[in-house]
Structure formats: C-alpha cells, structure tokens
C-alpha cells in the first residue's frame, strides 16, 4: 500500500454547501483513492449532484438508502456511515475518514494530514480545526476545538487504530468516545490550528436542523452519556460562553447535560472507559489541558509500544 485514504460521507439534503466540498476535495493536492458518499435518504437536489461528480470522478462511488423519514444526528450519521463503511475492503487502505459533506477544504489538507502521521506513528487520528464565516462581517471565527481531538466532520484514522478502538459507538457522543478510546489504548488524537489546516464549517458546529440551542443541548447530553463529571461540564460550558454564541450556547449544553443527569438518562456502559474519561479531566481541570494532555499521551506510551513498536 502507498498512503491509500478512504473517505465516507454520509448525507441528507446537503445540496446548499455540497458542490463548495466536493469542488475542495476534487482539487485535493493528493485525491483520495475512494471516496464513498452516502445519500441517506435525501429528498432536495443532492442525488442530481451527486449523479454529476460519479460521472465525472470514477473514484466517487454513491450509495443510496431510502428514506426513513426523521434521522437522529448522532446514531443515524453513524449508522449511515457504516452503511457505506461496511461495503468496502478497507484493508485496502491505509487510512479511513468520515468526512462531512459542508465543508471547504484548504488544497493540501489531506497531505498535510498524511505526512504527520507519517512522522509519528502514534497518531491514529488527526485534523484541522474547524471555522465558520460571520453572516454579518464575514470574519471567520474558530470552532474551539481542543487540540487533544480530532473534530467530528472530519476524523482522518489511521485504519489499524479505528480497528483497534472498535471504530465509532452508535451514540450522539460518537466523536468524542473515540478519542478517548485512542488515548486509553496508546494512540495520540490529535488536531492542529494552522492556515493550511483550517477549512470552513460551512453549517457551523452545533446549527442543525432545530437551530444553535438545540444543537448545544444534544452536546450536553452526549457529554452526560460519555460519562463525564458535572464540575468538569460546568467548566466547559463557562469557557464556551467566552466564545459565540455565547452565553447561550454555553448555557445550553450546560442544561442539555443537567437535564439528562434529572431525567436519569441512560450513560456509556463501558466504565473502565469511564473511568480513564473521569481521569484525565480532572487532571485537565488541574493542570490545564495542554499539560494534562502531553502527560497522558507520554503515560500510555508503554501501552502503545507493547502492542505496536
């Protein structure tokens, strides 16, 4: 194998954003070798769009499901990944991406990606960091994704580390679970805030269907389900009231997770992970999560090198 990557998408109804992402990654400095898109049931202009690229890109492959009406965000964009994941020979690849499809990639992304991976060989999944564009001034304005993950749109893996963690849970936490998955087993996840690696959110982080609160409630939830603790969601929801939207997105994950602690929501069922989760965010409460981070990653070490150097 030459540094082969696989990328899945899986989608509904994107038509407004698609041709700005499929435009960015046609014109990757290195294309992917596949590139499976996933209409998951769309009912606006997206199979046309999609029909036109096929057609054009022989290494786009589309798979259509039918629709099935309404589709949870977490578990259905999961489910609808492995829809497209689960039919292909992924050992022909060296590394796998679920890759969202409203996003406008800088030219050299996946190079960039490759070549750190190349560097070290502990980093089972990596990224840049996500921003989205001011509908009033036009600035783009960060995400605020920790460097100690790789973002959810765009989760480039190593294909023997998403095998090693067992891939994505089916759950609304899907995209946080496997970072930790990755720390816990040795790997290092990893995204990193340059110019080459920043690329535009085209639907911002949180803005789905039912608007920014709703968004924000589903992240607290998932934050209460991953297991993590009510002082650390406190903390994180007064750190992103500092950045937009503010007050109220930080309010708003902060409720989602406190509601679900009221209703008795049902958590993540593997507690050693729970545990390792619990850990290490106190240390980040502690140390800061910079510090924290650099010391877990040269911590589990030894648990990578028994199994892979």
């Known amino acids: 194998m030459n540094n082969k990557y696989l990328l899945v998408s899986p989608c509904r109804n994107e038509s407004a954003y698609m041709r ?8 990757q400095s290195v294309q992917p070798d596949s590139w499976v898109i996933v209409d998951d049931g769309s009912t606006d202009e ?5 029909a036109e690229y096929a057609e054009k890109y022989p290494f786009i492959k589309i798979i259509t499901r ?20 689960d039919q292909v020979d992924v050992s022909q690849f060296d590394y796998v991406c679920k890759f969202d499809l409203d ?9 960039i990606l490759i070549e750190r991976m190349q560097q070290n060989p502990r980093i089972g999944t990596c990224s ?18 920790g460097d100690e993950m790789s ?25 946080g679970i496997d ?26 982080m949180g803005s789905s269907q039912q608007g920014i609160v709703t968004g924000r409630m589903r992240h607290g939830f998932g934050q209460y389900f991953m297991g993590t603790g009510l002082t650390y969601m406190t903390a994180s929801s007064i750190f992103r009231m500092l950045h937009p939207p503010y007050f109220l997105g930080g309010a708003a994950m902060w409720w989602g997770y406190v509601k679900s602690m009221l209703q008795g929501k049902p958590r993540f069922d593997d507690k050693e992970l ?8 106190w240390q980040c409460l502690l140390k800061g999560k910079t510090k924290a981070t650099e010391e877990l990653n040269a911590q589990q070490a030894k648990v990578w090198d028994q199994q892979y150097a």
């Open 20 to 27: 700005i992402t499929l435009d960015s990654v046609v014109n």
């Open 103 to 111: 996003l406008d990639l800088p030219p050299k992304y996946f190079e």
């Open 179 to 204: 970072c930790h998955k990755c720390r816990q087993m040795g790997w290092i996840a990893v995204s990193w805030d340059e110019p080459d690696l920043r690329f535009i959110h085209l639907r911002p």
């Open 46 to 50: 997206t199979p046309k769009i999609l």
């Open 128 to 145: 840049g960091k996500a921003y989205f564009r001011d509908k009033k001034t036009g600035e783009l304005i960060s995400e605020k994704c």
């Open 274 to 281: 729970v545990r390792f989760i619990n850990k290490y965010q």
């Open 151 to 175: 973002v959810g749109m765009t989760k480039f893996y190593r294909r023997t580390c998403f095998e090693a963690i067992g891939g994505f849970v089916r759950q609304v936490m899907w995209d």
């Open 66 to 85: 039918e629709n099935r009406g309404h589709r949870s965000v977490g578990p259905g964009v999961i489910e609808a990944f492995y829809h497209g994941y």
